[in-house]
């Protein structure tokens, strides 16, 4: 792989991203969205806390009153959530758009490895990802307005959600491929991505071996061991195998493409 | 510089290109002709690398087309047929871009990029929007992309489709200027395109190779290709009956009759055969008017006409 090339496609897509609006369309989207839950989030825990001055049973129950249980985590669940419908935005038109209009063709015929195009597109992807993310850290960063939330909590969400949406990408990604019709491509990549995410729903009904793989195979699982500060090298390498998984997939799609003519 | 063996392409079972063999020297000009639907464009889309064959072999520059397709890729710049570009660019911005994909030095980018938009004529819309230009200013921002890295193979299928006459004049002469030493395929369905620039044609015709030589050539060696018109004030069948009876000549066809009685007669002769001196003697003894005499060289629409419908016709 050629480090250059793999700058030039990403600073092309990248910029693509931006010239086109389509990352201000959905980054200004995500921060509004998620702003309004947190202001929500906020709002209920100040009620909570009100009361509990009044009524010191609740005061007892510690975790109500913590705010890294209380706001944190369910902000972080819920950006999760909002990341899952709005990064299948985002990758709907990387490979899709390319066969669409033809510029495949071309950028088939340079000499350029699929690597070096699927990864460019891929980090630009990242890009825009880390900046919707960098603007939600206003919001714990309000937190220190009122109270001490705790650091380590926040800071590996923070990973579980780039790691979460660096996965929802690729995945994305994929979709992209083996279509030439946006819409398909995002349709396809919000349903997989439900799949996923729900499959952690029947971990609950399934005998308890089962249970677990399931559960280890559901894509948010992994995001509320790491929202609560635990760091388990375990997680880390599911999305690492996730994201590997659907790149390799992307880099067949393209090369079946090809000799299918 | 280009050798083709037994090229074969299917697209599932429809066989879209069967057993094409044709080779282009350094530095040639060769027309790719062919109706639509003959696979030219998958015949490029397979030099170009852009999908395997389904059998034979394609080398470009010693290089085969499957196996080593990075350095193919690395000679080649190609116009694909609708002249795909990044409509969110800019023009100056996408040339650079290809320029580095192809492997220009970072160094010396915006000197190719400036050269080659001074040899395509694109210094007026060099910031503009691709997506904003007229057809014609696509095209060469097509065109300008295919010759940023100086490649010395040029593959363009159907460069001038969808222009106007003026554009299409100007696009033949910029591609004219530009060949320069490099070796080049151009398609077309546009004879006189073919016929003016390239040096050797071939011809294709649903998948299949019927003519390779020089537009020159391929009109002479068409069977029908010596024809002499002749008109003449007479009675038809008397005068198709004597023409037809001067040595040499194989069919007379009355192509036109008029009122006043002077009709227009194909007369198609044998080759070598020097009919045209033989005829007015003939006219004058049978005391009819000979009003006109020419002698009809084939064109290259002759030789394409005449090879794609015999081909329908087997
Ligand atoms: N991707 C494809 N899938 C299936 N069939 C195809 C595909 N591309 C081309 N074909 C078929 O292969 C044949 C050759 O097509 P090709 O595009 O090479 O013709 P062409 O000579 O370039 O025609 P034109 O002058 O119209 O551009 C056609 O019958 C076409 O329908
Ligand atoms: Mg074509």
């Known amino acids: 792989m050629n480090p250059r090339n793999l700058g030039l496609i990403y600073r092309r897509e990248l910029k693509s991203f931006y010239t086109s609006f389509i990352a201000y369309a959905v980054i200004a989207v995500f921060l509004a969205i998620t702003g309004y839950l947190f202001y929500n989030l906020l709002a209920t825990f100040s009620v909570l806390s009100f009361q509990a001055q009044a009524n010191p049973m609740l005061a007892k129950q510690y975790n109500l009153l913590n705010v890294n249980e209380t706001v944190v985590r369910p902000l972080f669940g819920n950006i999760s959530m909002i990341l899952l419908l709005m990064m299948p935005l985002l990758t709907m038109k990387l490979l899709a758009d390319e066969k669409k209009s033809g510029t495949m063709e071309l950028l088939l015929t340079f000499p350029l490895r699929d690597t070096e195009v699927v990864l460019g597109k891929y980090l630009a992807c990242l890009t825009v990802l880390a900046t919707m993310l960098a603007g939600t850290v206003t919001y714990p960063a309000l937190l220190y307005l009122w109270g001490r939330p705790e650091l380590m909590p926040i ?82 390498i599911y999305y690492g195998i996730f994201i590997l998984l659907f790149l390799f997939l992307t880099l067949r799609a393209i090369e079946s493409g090809r000799w299918r003519g | 510089m280009i050798e083709v063996e037994g090229l074969t392409k299917r697209y599932g079972s429809h066989l879209a290109i069967d057993d094409i063999s044709f080779s282009v020297a350094k530095g040639e ?3 790719f002709l062919g109706p639509n639907g003959a696979g030219k464009t998958t015949t490029m889309r397979i030099l170009t690398c852009f999908f395997p064959a389904t059998g034979g072999s394609a080398r470009v520059a010693g290089y085969d087309c499957f196996e080593d397709s990075m350095e193919v890729r690395r000679r080649i710049g190609y116009l694909p047929e609708n002249v795909p570009l990044y409509v969110d660019m800019k023009v100056d911005e996408y040339l650079s871009f290809v320029a580095g994909v192809k492997g220009v030095d970072a160094g010396a980018t915006a000197d190719r990029v400036a050269r080659t938009m001074h040899e395509c004529g694109l210094e007026d819309v060099s910031g503009r929007i691709i997506g904003q230009l007229s057809k014609g200013y696509r095209q060469r921002v097509g065109l300008a992309q295919a010759l940023v890295a100086d490649p010395e193979i040029l593959i363009l299928d159907e460069p001038t489709i969808g222009l106007d006459p003026n554009q299409i004049r100007d696009i033949r002469k910029l591609i004219g200027e530009l060949a320069g030493a490099r070796t080049v395929i151009l398609c077309s369905h546009i004879l006189p395109e073919i016929s003016m620039v390239c040096g050797r044609v071939v011809i294709i015709n649903k998948g299949r190779l019927v003519a390779i030589d020089t537009p020159e050539n391929l009109a002479r060696q068409l069977h029908h290709a010596a024809t002499i018109f002749v008109r003449v004030a007479g009675p038809a069948e008397d005068v198709v009956a004597a023409l037809g009876g001067i040595p040499g000549v194989r069919e007379v066809e009355v192509e036109a009759t008029h009122g006043d009685g002077a009709n227009g007669y194909v007369v198609a002769v044998d080759e070598g055969a020097d009919v045209r001196r033989a005829i007015p003697p003939v006219i004058v003894e049978h005391g009819w008017d000979l009003e006109e005499i020419r002698a009809r060289e084939a064109s290259l629409e002759d030789v394409f006409v005449e090879l794609v419908t015999s081909e329908v016709a087997a």
Do not use: C
């Open chain 1, 155 to 236: 800071a590996t969400g923070y990973l579980g959600l780039f790691l979460l949406g660096a996965a929802f990408i690729a995945l994305g990604i994929f979709t992209s491929s083996v279509t030439e019709n946006q819409v398909i491509a995002a349709s396809l990549a919000v349903g997989m991505l439900f799949f996923f995410w729900l499959m952690s729903y029947s971990a609950v009904f399934a005998s308890p071996d089962l249970g677990r793989i399931i559960s280890y195979l559901a894509v948010n699982d992994h995001l509320q061991s790491l929202a609560k500060g635990v760091l388990d090298t375990e997680d880390i």
């Open chain 2, 29 to 31: 000009i060769l027309g």
